[in-house]
């Protein structure tokens, strides 16, 4: 373990009685052990000295993806993790879609295995439906009692409603919580972008909002039928953000979340054909994109993923309609939120799903666990390829202005910078 004294650093954390105070923190053993104005430096004591650096409660990932097993090529678990603790997440929680899909016990212990010993935490979320194509239930208790957080299948909408209706009400047994990807395939149809004056200026087939929207609203009924957990994963249109309004106002347990390239990023990138671009939900006009802001600020979306997806070149790199969704972003995440959002807000969205998903919360106060971020919310730069560290390079924010960036973490006792 690492023991550091962090000097003159600004404390980002409301519940903390430091909150917005600067001050230097000593943690021994993974334990913050002191929080002064000033403390002096300690015999095998790193000192980390940093202008203008700020912590806050470490960030969790709602939504990563790494590829192994069976896509190494595309991702590790080890470099994975190396990437999500510099891009400064204490915690990510890894989608199932490897080969083989993560859909039982084992595949979930193979994972949280490979993750010890890490800075970063994984928590593997496990398919709901055997090999993810939606037919049979996994093993769905098996998998919490290994180590899984949640249930879905990723980027695959559950089409048989009686089966979600059967996972809702099964879950509830020991309180597990689904992630239902919302998407009406029959609407959808063969559909690459969104459905609107670029997808027909392009020669683009459409995917209307509607498939997204149809979807979401079967699964709140489903929701308010069973009384089961459900969180909603990548909300992407305005009627989505009007259906999840109206449910929380109903007092249904439901949450939400947003990737950070829909609320960055509109459609009109899809100009020049290319598939760095291409994501689900796709992206869409700027209307949605600023209602989707809208909907962070006034608290509708719960929380923010950078739905980080490597993919190799060989399915990223071909024709527009021919190449996979998805697109890294552990990498962008905090400077390009730091375009949109004050930062505390930034904090609190990327902080959200530790509450959603029933994660221990560290405050940042004396005798408590040290998981940390570290970042500076004021730095303008571009993102460039030289700043992925991913095994792939899809990015979809390559030559994008940022304004702050993330330095690493302080987590399970090992200190990862990114400097």
Same mark, same amino acid.
């Given at each position: 373990?690492?023991?550091?004294?962090?000097?003159?650093? #600004?404390?980002?954390?409301?519940? $903390?009685?430091?909150?917005?105070?600067?001050?230097?923190?000593?943690?021994?053993?993974?334990?913050?052990?002191?929080?002064?104005?000033?403390?002096?430096?300690?015999?095998?004591?790193?000192?980390?000295?940093?202008?203008?650096?700020?912590?806050?409660?470490?960030?969790?990932?709602? $939504?990563?993806?790494?590829?192994?097993?069976?896509?190494?090529?595309?991702?590790?678990? =080890?470099?994975?993790?190396?990437?999500?603790?510099?891009?400064?997440?204490?915690?990510?929680?890894?989608?199932?879609? $490897?080969?083989?899909?993560?859909?039982?016990?084992?595949?979930?212990?193979?994972?949280?295995?490979?993750?010890?010993?890490?800075?970063?935490? %994984?928590?593997?979320?496990?398919?709901?439906?055997?090999?993810?194509?939606?037919?049979?239930?996994?093993?769905?208790?098996?998998?919490?009692?290994?180590?899984?957080?949640?249930?879905?299948? *990723?980027?695959?909408?559950?089409?048989?409603?009686?089966?979600?209706?059967?996972? +809702?009400? *099964?879950?509830?047994?020991?309180?597990?919580?689904?992630?239902?990807?919302?998407?009406?395939?029959?609407?959808?149809?063969?559909?690459?972008?969104? =459905?609107?004056?670029?997808?027909?200026?392009?020669?683009?087939?459409?995917?209307?909002?509607?498939?997204?929207?149809?979807?979401?609203?079967?699964?709140?009924?489903?929701?308010? *039928?069973?009384?089961?957990?459900?969180?909603?994963?990548?909300?992407?249109?305005?009627?989505?953000?009007?259906?999840?309004?109206?449910?929380?106002?109903?007092?249904?347990?439901?949450?939400?979340?947003?990737?950070?390239?829909?609320?960055?990023?509109?459609?009109?990138?899809?100009?020049?054909?290319?598939?760095?671009? #291409?994501?689900?939900?796709? %992206?869409?006009?700027?209307?949605?994109?600023?209602?989707?802001?809208?909907?962070?600020?006034?608290?509708?979306?719960?929380?923010?993923?950078?739905?980080?997806?490597?993919?190799?070149?060989?399915?990223?790199?071909?024709?527009?309609?021919?190449?996979?969704?998805?697109?890294?972003? %552990? =990498?962008?995440?905090?400077?390009?939120?730091?375009?949109?959002?004050?930062?505390?807000?930034?904090? =609190? #969205? +990327?902080?959200?799903?530790?509450?959603?998903?029933?994660?221990?919360?560290?405050?940042?106060?004396?005798?408590?666990?040290?998981?940390?971020?570290?970042?500076?919310?004021?730095?303008?730069?571009?993102?460039?390829?030289?700043?992925?560290?991913?095994?792939? #390079?899809?990015?979809?924010?390559?030559?994008?202005?940022?304004?702050g960036k993330a330095l690493g973490i302080y987590n399970n006792g090992y200190l990862i910078l990114n400097t």
């Amino acid at each position: 373990m690492t023991s550091v004294i962090l000097k003159q650093t #600004k404390i980002i954390d409301p519940s $903390s009685p430091y909150h917005l105070q600067i001050r230097d923190i000593k943690i021994e053993n993974g334990t913050i052990t002191q929080i002064e104005k000033q403390i002096a430096p300690t015999a095998g004591f790193e000192i980390i000295e940093i202008e203008n650096l700020h912590i806050s409660q470490g960030w969790m990932d709602s $939504s990563v993806s790494f590829g192994e097993p069976g896509f190494e090529d595309r991702e590790t678990i =080890e470099n994975g993790l190396q990437v999500a603790a510099k891009s400064g997440f204490t915690a990510v929680m890894l989608q199932p879609h $490897s080969n083989p899909v993560i859909d039982n016990q084992s595949q979930i212990r193979f994972v949280v295995d490979k993750a010890k010993g890490q800075a970063t935490t %994984l928590y593997p979320i496990g398919a709901l439906t055997k090999g993810s194509e939606g037919h049979e239930l996994a093993e769905l208790f098996d998998m919490q009692n290994a180590g899984a957080i949640a249930f879905g299948d *990723y980027k695959k909408a559950l089409q048989n409603a009686n089966l979600q209706k059967i996972a +809702l009400q *099964y879950v509830q047994d020991f309180e597990g919580t689904l992630v239902a990807f919302c998407q009406d395939n029959s609407i959808k149809g063969n559909g690459i972008a969104n =459905e609107g004056v670029m997808s027909t200026q392009l020669g683009m087939k459409g995917i209307p909002a509607l498939a997204e929207e149809l979807h979401v609203a079967r699964n709140l009924f489903l929701a308010a *039928y069973t009384g089961g957990k459900l969180h909603i994963p990548t909300l992407s249109t305005q009627g989505s953000i009007q259906l999840i309004k109206e449910a929380k106002a109903k007092g249904l347990p439901v949450t939400c979340s947003v990737a950070i390239a829909n609320l960055l990023l509109t459609d009109e990138k899809l100009a020049g054909f290319d598939s760095r671009f #291409k994501i689900a939900p796709p %992206l869409r006009e700027e209307a949605t994109r600023a209602a989707l802001v809208a909907a962070v600020l006034d608290g509708t979306i719960d929380c923010i993923t950078s739905d980080h997806n490597p993919l190799d070149i060989e399915n990223k790199k071909v024709e527009f309609d021919l190449a996979k969704d998805g697109s890294v972003g %552990l =990498e962008s995440a905090f400077g390009a939120l730091c375009t949109l959002f004050p930062l505390e807000v930034i904090i =609190e #969205k +990327l902080t959200a799903s530790k509450l959603i998903f029933n994660t221990k919360i560290n405050s940042i106060n004396i005798n408590n666990i040290a998981e940390l971020s570290l970042f500076v919310p004021h730095s303008d730069w571009v993102f460039e390829k030289e700043h992925i560290t991913s095994k792939s #390079k899809n990015s979809a924010f390559l030559g994008h202005q940022m304004k702050g960036k993330a330095l690493g973490i302080y987590n399970n006792g090992y200190l990862i910078l990114n400097t």
